[in-house]
T-cell receptor, first 115, second 117 residues
Framework: DVKVTQSSRYLVKRTGEKVFLECVQD?????MFWYRQDPGLGLRLIYF???????EKGDIPEGYSVSREKKERFSLILESASTNQTSMYLC??????????????FGPGTRLLVL | GNSVTQMEGPVTLSEEAFLTINCTYT??????LFWYVQYPGEGLQLLLK?????DKGSNKGFEATYRKETTSFHLEKGSVQVSDSAVYFC????????????????FGRGTQLTVWP
């Protein structure tokens, strides 16, 4: 079974702090994704990566950055946390198919509260 | 562009009732379609998928048929259980926009289902 793990289930940070959210997958997947989930808005894509050291902006990249130094690990960084970044953050990974229509596998999520 | 619209919730049903959650999509290409489920306090799990027109995805008593003519992928279950209470997300997988060659998922906003005993 595919396993995607996230470093924390719950996190409380102060405004202005630098926050790191870590995601690790154990299935040698090429692609990894970061989403945020908010009530009434569903899932919104922040960033994704299709290879080590490669990244692409999603729909809402502002205020975030990412790092992919190893294939199995994808980090989301909030350079200076703000209260409007309080949310549930979900990581996902997928294997590259020929038609690029891959199934994504999700981690359990990190619920971040910024005070 | 690519987008997914699913019926707004919450949906509240009694145990053994019939469930339908509507989902329609707009796509520039020929997407694959998915239903994901999120149980309380957990991440998303793949429930079922269909990769081409007229395919039917099924799992755990849930079914959805890929209807290209109506651009729909409605989720159905004949008899729901209390354990089916969760948030259900419809999604499509296609190439990203703006000439991208990378695949990504586009999600609906989710439908909360509560089943009472």
């Amino acid at each position: 079974d595919v396993k995607v793990t996230q470093s924390s289930r719950y996190l409380v940070k102060r405004t202005g702090e630098k926050v790191f959210l870590e995601c690790v997958q154990d299935m040698d997947h090429e692609n990894m994704f970061w989403y945020r989930q908010d009530p009434g808005l569903g899932l919104r894509l922040i960033y994704f990566s299709y290879d080590v050291k490669m990244k692409e902006k999603g729909d809402i990249p502002e205020g975030y950055s990412v790092s992919r130094e190893k294939k199995e690990r994808f980090s989301l960084i909030l350079e200076s946390a703000s209260t409007n970044q309080t949310s549930m953050y979900l990581c996902a990974s997928s294997h590259t198919n020929r038609d690029r229509k891959e199934t994504q596998y999700f981690g359990p999520g990190t619920r971040l509260l910024v005070l | 562009g690519n987008s997914v619209t699913q019926m707004e919730g919450p949906v509240t049903l009694s145990e053994e009732a019939f469930l339908t959650i509507n989902c329609t999509y707009t796509a520039t290409g020929y997407p694959s379609l998915f239903w994901y489920v999120q149980y309380p306090g957990e991440g998303l799990q793949l429930l079922l998928k269909a990769t081409k027109a007229d395919d039917k995805g099924s799992n755990k008593g849930f079914e959805a048929t890929y209807r290209k003519e109506t651009t729909s992928f409605h989720l159905e279950k004949g008899s729901v259980q209390v354990s089916d209470s969760a948030v259900y997300f419809c999604a499509l997988s296609d190439l990203g926009g703006r000439g991208s060659t990378l695949g990504r998922l586009y999600f609906g906003r989710g439908t909360q289902l509560t089943v009472w005993p």
